[in-house]
């Protein structure tokens, strides 16, 4: 049943309907805001510092949560990663990746007791599915590049790396980093322009997976219309995602946008985990 939930926000469309579904679930909700947003002022949420983790625990016990849940992208500095893993109990001053600061901060709440869960237990409907998604279907070699790209991002991923990364053929050509997804469509449209991408038989495949291992609570992949909307721009032919662990936030509106792109969205699931 519903309890009492502390909402850590990040950036992204999907936190408004994230706390728009958990109050209809019956929920109720503390908003910690990971970075300043005007659209959540009605929320008055408690501005995180990253530099003072023991002030967002406090907060979360004050607030007596049941839950924790983490949505939207989250964006830290080196410094606020020391500080984050120190806190934790990390001894090593080096900063850490994303899937590091995402196992520290799951102990902490273990020693708080609270369990996280993930947004796609809030808003229904969230995870990709297996196959075809759309109406734009893709076999013969668009579809053994999209399936040449989604091993690259699974392989990319166990590094450490971002998410998503961008093939021609069977060459790899740019990998995300932390500029996120909108960046790396952004620097493969200038490569496209400059001719490095894009004018050969091989066709430029969008992929975008979770990292090996990445539990289901936190900082899964996602797409929305945005990135469709820029991956039609960069001349890509086929976005392919990780099933059951790919956010497509606002579902109707991503398909329908790469159904009048002509791009094809297929859902893999990872044999790696």
């Known amino acids: 049943m519903p309890g009492r ?3 850590v926000a990040g950036s992204g469309d999907l936190v408004p309907q994230a706390i728009a579904a958990a109050r209809a679930a019956g929920w109720e909700i503390r908003v910690l805001a990971l970075h300043p947003r ?5 929320e008055h949420p408690f501005q995180i510092k990253v530099s003072r983790p023991d002030q967002v625990l406090r907060e979360i016990r004050r607030f007596k949560a049941t839950h924790v849940c983490a949505v939207g992208g989250m964006h830290m500095s080196d410094r606020e990663r020391e500080t984050f893993a120190e806190f934790a109990g990390d001894n090593d001053v080096a900063s850490k990746g994303d899937s590091k600061l995402s196992q520290l901060g799951a102990a902490l709440l273990k020693i708080l007791g609270l369990p996280f869960i ?7 409907d969230l995870l990709a599915a297996e196959g075809q998604i759309g109406a734009v279907s893709a076999d013969g ?7 040449f790209a989604f091993a690259a991002a699974r392989r990319a991923g166990a590094l450490d790396l971002g998410q998503a990364l961008v093939v021609a053929g069977a060459r790899i050509v740019a990998t995300e980093d932390i500029g996120g997804t909108d960046e790396l469509l952004t620097r493969c449209r200038v ?4 001719g490095l991408i894009g004018d050969g ?3 430029l495949v969008l992929a975008k997976t979770a990292k090996p291992g990445q539990p289901l609570h936190v900082d899964l992949p996602a797409i929305g219309k945005n990135t469709v909307t820029l991956a039609q721009k960069t001349g890509i032919e086929a976005i392919v995602v990780e099933t059951g662990r790919t956010l ?11 159904d009048a792109a002509g791009i094809a969205l297929i859902g893999i699931a990872a044999q790696d985990d």
């Open 5 to 7: 939930l502390a909402l």
């Open 38 to 42: 005007a659209d959540l002022d009605a």
């Open 118 to 124: 993930g947004v796609h237990e809030i808003v229904s």
């Open 141 to 147: 070699e668009l579809l053994r590049t999209a399936e």
């Open 191 to 194: 490569y496209r322009e400059r």
């Open 201 to 203: 038989r091989g066709h």
């Open 248 to 258: 497509l936030i606002g579902r109707s509106e991503v398909i329908a946008a790469a």
